[in-house]
């Protein structure tokens, strides 16, 4: 494992501010966190918002020009807004280059007929609404891995529970690994938690939360942990170069994710919006290149996993027996 009580990388301006009078403390190693990926890497790269096999090719060619490693391209309009056609050339191409593709499943909130989303609270939120938007979760779920999709990204609890069911029964493929989405990650440790216990194998946490946030949680779950490095404006805009050492340091295992800020949403997305999602997709690349930047120039980017690794490592899970719909159906009998 790796020794993270031992700092190595230079923290920003560290010997000018300190020449200064304006040095800060040593990072304490209690802080650190102490959890890895399974090869013992601590951070791996995802490209975020690829909506389709041409977005795709772009951000693989510039990945290649820019020498920006990959470990995961995702996708955010949903399996329902791709032909079999277009998902299995998005298999073929990052199969082909050992990138693990993760699809959105199925219906949410804010696209449905439910008045409350659209209320100042927007109570509900992304979440699933009624018996038939689980099933169309499950139906994309279903039809993404047999089309050889091997990562699936949920924004409702329940719909995380019955896959992670599901990939128990066989229904799903057993490597099948479930993302949790930014829309509904957690903010504390309690709630990281309960989504590594209903079958989350990596969970997007806001990119508000602060460095103490990040070691709160660490202190109670070794689950692989996405945060944008930089977020969309939907999700704040916030933008957190200068800090992606530190970032690792405390949230290891970390998804180091690579999104664009003071760009127009394009979900859910269609040809009208192609020329944006092209040029987005390219410069979410280029952004990427130069967190990889900074970290080289501080001394911090080691320890990134291989590329081509993508399974989490052992998890903590409820029992799938513990299903409140399972005990129903005990009633029943």
């Known amino acids: 494992m790796t020794d993270v009580s031992a700092p190595t990388a230079r923290r920003p301006a560290e010997q000018a501010l300190?020449?200064?009078?304006?040095g800060a403390p040593a990072p304490s190693p209690e802080d650190a966190s102490p959890h890895t990926f399974p090869d013992g890497g601590r951070w791996r790269t995802e490209v975020p918002s690829c909506e389709g096999p041409e977005a795709l090719a772009v951000i693989l060619e510039e990945a290649d020009r820019l020498d920006v490693p990959v470990h995961r391209i995702s996708q955010g309009s949903g399996v329902w807004m791709l032909t079999d056609a277009e998902i299995a050339e998005m298999v073929a191409a990052t199969t082909e280059r050992a990138v693990e593709l993760c699809l959105f499943t199925g219906p949410r909130g804010t696209w449905d007929t439910g008045a409350s989303v659209r209320t100042d609270s927007r109570g509900a939120g992304l979440r699933a609404r009624?018996?038939?938007a689980v099933a169309g979760c499950v139906e994309d779920a279903v039809r993404a891995t047999e089309l050889g999709v091997k990562c699936l990204l949920v924004a409702d609890e329940g719909v995380l529970w019955t896959l992670h069911r599901a990939r128990l029964m066989g229904l799903l493929?057993?490597?099948t690994t479930l993302k949790v989405s930014a829309l509904i990650g957690p903010v504390n440790p309690a709630s990281y938690a309960v989504y590594e216990r209903l079958g989350a194998d990596s969970v997007n946490v806001?990119?508000?939360?602060?460095?103490?946030h990040l070691t709160g949680i660490r202190r109670?779950?070794?689950a692989p942990m996405d945060m944008y490095i930089e977020a969309p404006d939907d999700?704040?805009?916030?933008?957190r170069m200068y800090e992606v050492a530190e970032l690792i340091r405390r949230g290891a295992p970390l998804y180091l994710k690579f999104g664009l800020s003071r760009a127009p949403g394009i979900y859910p997305y269609g040809a009208h919006?192609?020329?944006?999602a092209l040029d987005s997709a390219r410069e979410r690349v280029r952004r990427g290149r130069l967190a990889l930047d900074l970290l080289a120039r501080h001394g911090a980017d080691g320890a990134m996993a291989p590329l081509g690794t993508r399974l989490p490592g052992p998890l903590n899970r409820f029992s799938a027996?513990?299903?409140?719909?399972?005990?129903?159906?005990?009633n029943e009998d």
């Open 18 to 22: 300190a020449a200064l009078g304006l």
């Open 130 to 132: 009624g018996h038939d």
């Open 173 to 175: 493929p057993a490597d």
């Open 206 to 212: 806001p990119s508000d939360l602060t460095l103490d």
């Open 220 to 222: 109670v779950s070794a």
């Open 235 to 239: 999700l704040g805009g916030y933008v």
């Open 273 to 276: 919006l192609r020329t944006l």
């Open 321 to 330: 027996t513990e299903s409140p719909a399972l005990d129903d159906e005990k």
